[in-house]
């Protein structure tokens, strides 16, 4: 199982911007997945998650309404969309799988067995 993120860069406050999660290397509907962040100096942060048979999304509420994921099975990818970033929101974003059906998933990082090796987004002015 293998996951790559993409999209990491540098944001003005107040735009959006988006991040891709390639799968390779298992059947991707069988797996959910989660996005994370890990800000400098802070613990991993769970952004939400997706399920890939129902595409189920759940989010965590500081993120809620502001924050999308959203899956493409055919493309095995998920992508994060992310609004009206600040600059809190600077961190490395990574991206998890669990192999469990794609019928649940959960903002947990300890439900999590694989994982990217994450995407930078900086938020300046």
């Known amino acids: 199982v293998q996951l790559e993120e993409s999209g990491g860069g540098l944001v003005q406050p107040g735009e959006s911007h988006a991040l891709s999660c390639a799968g390779d290397?298992?059947?991707?509907?069988?797996?959910?997945i989660a996005w994370f962040r890990q800000a400098p100096g802070k613990e991993t942060e769970g952004l939400g998650c997706?399920?890939?048979?129902?595409?189920?999304?759940y989010y965590a509420p500081a993120v809620q309404g502001r924050f999308t994921i959203s899956i493409d099975n055919a493309k095995a990818t998920v992508y994060l969309q992310m609004n009206v970033l600040q600059p809190e929101d600077t961190a490395d974003y990574f991206c998890a799988a669990v192999g469990n059906n794609g019928n649940w998933c959960s903002y947990g990082a300890d439900d999590y067995d694989y994982w990217g090796l994450g995407t930078r987004v900086t938020v300046s002015s």
């Open positions: 997706i399920t890939s048979r129902t595409q189920t999304t």
């Open positions: 290397g298992f059947i991707f509907h069988d797996y959910s």
